[in-house]
C-alpha cells in the first residue's frame, strides 16, 4: 500500500528575531543569575523547526575621527556574531546601523523597520502560514492589537 504526500501542506513558520533584544536579555540574565558569565547564542538550535529564520541586528557605524583599528576592534564581535548566524541554513542574516547616543550609548536604527516591512511583506506574499517575532520593543506591540491578521500567530516576546 503506498501513501502520497501530494496534497498534504507542510505548515510554514517563519521566526524574526532582534538579535540586539535578544543579546541584551541574554546579558541582563546572566548578570543577574549567573554572575555575568557570557552565554553564546547556538544559531543551529535557534533556527529550530522554523521553515525560516531572519535575524536582525545593528552594525555600529564608524564614530568621527575613529581609526580603522580601533572600528574593526569594536566591531569585530558583531560580525563575528553575524557571520556565525550567516552559515546556518535557513537563517538569514539583515543589518540596520548602531549610532551612539550621549544618554542611551549604542542604539538600532532601521532595525525595527527592516523588521515590520519584512513581517509584511511575507505576510501580504503569503509566503508563510505563521510568523512570530522576538523583540523586546514594545512598539511591535501596537501594530500587532491594531491589526489581527491571519497570517501571524499573535506570540510576541518582550524580553
Not at 498534504?8 to 558569565?37: C, I, M, P
Not at 537563517?91 to 515590520?116: C, P, S, W
Not at 505576510?123 to 514594545?138: E, H, Y
Request: glycine fraction near 6%; hydrophobic fraction near 35%; proline fraction near 1%.
Amino acid at each position: 500500500m503506498s501513501f502520497s504526500t501530494a496534497n498534504v501542506k507542510h505548515q510554514v513558520t517563519y521566526f524574526f528575531v532582534d538579535a540586539g533584544s535578544l543579546r541584551a536579555h541574554l546579558e541582563q540574565t546572566a548578570q543577574r543569575l549567573f554572575s555575568g558569565q557570557k552565554f553564546e547564542i547556538d544559531y543551529k538550535r535557534l533556527r529550530g523547526d522554523y521553515t525560516k529564520v531572519f535575524l536582525y541586528d545593528a552594525v555600529p557605524v564608524r564614530l568621527h575621527g575613529e581609526t580603522d583599528e580601533d572600528y574593526a576592534g569594536r566591531s569585530s564581535f558583531i560580525n563575528e556574531e553575524l557571520s556565525a548566524a550567516s552559515r546556518v541554513n535557513g537563517l538569514h542574516v539583515y543589518t540596520g546601523d548602531a549610532r551612539y547616543r550621549k544618554k542611551k550609548g549604542n542604539e538600532q536604527k532601521k532595525v525595527d523597520v527592516l523588521i515590520a516591512v519584512d513581517m509584511l511583506t511575507h505576510a501580504f506574499r503569503r509566503n508563510m502560514d505563521s510568523g512570530f517575532l522576538l523583540t523586546g520593543d514594545l512598539d511591535f506591540n501596537v501594530g500587532f492589537h491594531a491589526e489581527q491578521s491571519r497570517f501571524f500567530h499573535r506570540e510576541v516576546s518582550h524580553v
